[in-house]
DNA sequence: CCGTTTTGTCATCCC
DNA sequence: TCGGGATGACAAAAC
């Protein structure tokens, strides 16, 4: 790595509140009919707004408004617009929330269409209209369909990244909304196609884009410098001893301090629905209107920093929120691995995650190409603690053992807090990690990291970023040869891709760079060893849990033993006691009883002799001191005797 | 300097 | 047959 000189850092806040105040606040205006500039006539109503919200958000409003002529306008609204399908769909406008109902839904969507409000289109009625129209059959043939679509889009944005034509923050939304909805909705209909609940009338659902939107506006807002925090945060914390759900940001994304549910869910908390279709959905609920707190939005790097309003989530909510990091999210993880529709969210349609991609790949190597100087660090370091005030101390805390599973952190890489986030366990099923700038180039316009980019970058990968800072120190260390051959290879990703990747987009990007049989094998073999070693890691947490559960196993066996012993000692006392007590009675009514005495006295030997506890216990069933026609006259005998001569109590304690 | 622990890697087996 | 995960064994680094 060289150090080129001095350089300066533009340092860029980013709020990712500001929107949403845009926009409520716009609400605020239209309620009290503040400022609005245009007036819809739609079915002899008349609705106040203001134009500049209804062209963006409506093809046919764009038109009609921006070539007005004359201030103040009046749109009147063909027959085709109806009140019942137009004013939800301004509400929308106004608030990025759809309310429906099974009555009006159709209603709204051909309103919707006609005034174009078409990527509320997409990211709505494909997937409600039918689900409100068809069975349960229906869920599936969406699905599919939407798969393919998304699958279609993503091949587009492959085979030609360039032609994309430059979508505003707001375009993104839907198409965002879109592919997260039908990836939930796939899930349950998936596992139980025929539970669907139907869809009550009675229902007055609410599409919440809002918080999709925040996230969305927080990627795309600003200078096209999209940021995106698993790549800012990270690499500049200076410890190891970190669980990313802890420091993460992006981890917290959405979380509405009211609602725990919101944090409930693993695929995100986009659709908001009640009741039955909430339970089909297996989403998220929103009933309240979105409050600051749902824009817990936030990126702390150096350079950029995303604001965060309210009160900030634990830590422990972070990981609720995005199950990363432990065994148990794993576990989970699995599980939503298992829907395959649900992997969509990524693989098949990156729109929500390209801009990740994009950023993790495209700013890391420019934010390291040179070195940081240490007030640099410190202010990065300093905003992050001040939006996070125990990072710090999560810093200095060594990791638990679960997440010391996840970690893999033993290359001291500046992507140790990546790992946390148990990347080896699934790295796909996490739709924020999925494909890890995969598609970096096709977001960022084509860029593609240049030679520069991937040598100086001491944050390149694992590999990179710890042998350079080694080699600078030690001069001579073992993994150099690793290091030279990163740069041998010289490949066109960031090494640390390769691993995070599935592999479906793994084999996708081989086929896509087409690599020399170096690189290649260079690739295939980072690949496998990192595979290998995050195994090595599992296996080696599940063998210290395996053990500690044997140790717990023993201590209660331990416990148990002494008990029994405990036991065990207390009868021999109480037997020995009721032997003495039968010793001492029979040896007294031998010599009493004269015409028996030969019984008895065969009786007193029994009782004084050594005879074994269980044959003292049930003295009646055992003596074995003569043959069993014997003992049963005996036996019988004894009750006789013993009912005639001992006292009551006597013969109940002996029985 | 030596023993122990941690971690990465390889080989192999199994699914 | 291939790929991936699990795991024992080994070596090197770290402590």
Known sequence: ????????????????????????SLEELRQKELLCDVTVEVERRSFRAHSSVLASCSDYFYTRLTNRSRPNPTVRLPDEVTVEGFE???????????????????????????????????A??????????????????????????????????????????????????????????????????EESPEECPPITNDKVMQLDLSTLYARSTAYHMGDGQDQFCLQNCGPQLPSSSMAAAEVCPFLSISSTGDNEKLRSSAAGDILAMEDDFQKELAMDVHCEPPTDKDLNIASITEGHFDQREGPLISPTDCS?????????????????????????????????????????????????STERSTVEREVAEHLAKGFWP????????????????????????????????????????CPFLRDLSSNDRQTSGGDTLSKEDTEDSPCMSPINSRETSECESDGDCAQCSSSEQVQEVDLPFPV????????????????????????LEFVQDVRRRSKNRMAAQRCRKRKLDCIYRLEGEIKKLRSEKEKLLQDHNQLKLSIEDVRQNLSGLCQSLSTDAAPQSEQLQALARYFSSDCPTSVLLTPMASPSLAGPDQDAHANSSLDTFLADTCPEGDTVALR
């Open 1 to 24: 790595m060289s150090v080129d000189g001095p350089r300066t850092s533009v340092f860029t806040f980013q709020s990712a509140v500001h929107s949403h105040h845009v926009l409520r």
């Open 88 to 122: 939800p769909l301004l509400q929308f406008a106004y608030t990025a929330k759809l309310h429906f109902t099974k009555e009006n839904i159709l209603e709204i969507h051909r309103c919707a269409e006609f005034l174009g409000f078409q990527n509320l289109d997409k």
């Open 124 to 189: 709505c009625f494909e997937f409600l209209v039918p689900k409100f129209s068809g069975g349960g059959g229906t869920s599936k043939k969406v699905k599919g369909k939407s798969k393919s679509q998304a699958s279609h889009e993503k091949s587009q944005s492959i085979c030609s990244p360039d032609d994309q034509t430059p979508e505003t923050g707001e375009d993104r939304v839907p198409q965002d909304a879109s592919t997260v909805m039908q990836a939930a909705s796939a899930t349950p209909s």
């Open 320 to 368: 609720q929120l995005c199950p990363l990091n432990s065994a148990q999210s794993s576990g989970d993880l699995d599980s939503i691995s298992g829907a395959p529709d649900l992997s969509n969210i990524g693989t098949d349609d990156n729109q929500v995650f390209d801009s990740n991609e994009q950023t993790f790949s495209e700013l890391t190597p420019k934010d390291c």
């Open 390 to 429: 125990d990072l710090s101390s999560t810093l200095n805390e060594p990791l638990p053992l679960d997440s010391i599973d996840q970690s893999s952190a033993g290359n001291g890489s500046d992507f140790h807090w990546l790992k946390h986030l148990d990347l080896g366990a699934a790295p796909d099923d």
């Open 496 to 519: 640390e891709q390769i691993s995070s990747m599935t592999r479906r987009a793994f084999l996708q990007m081989l086929k896509r760079e087409q690599l020399t049989p170096e690189q």
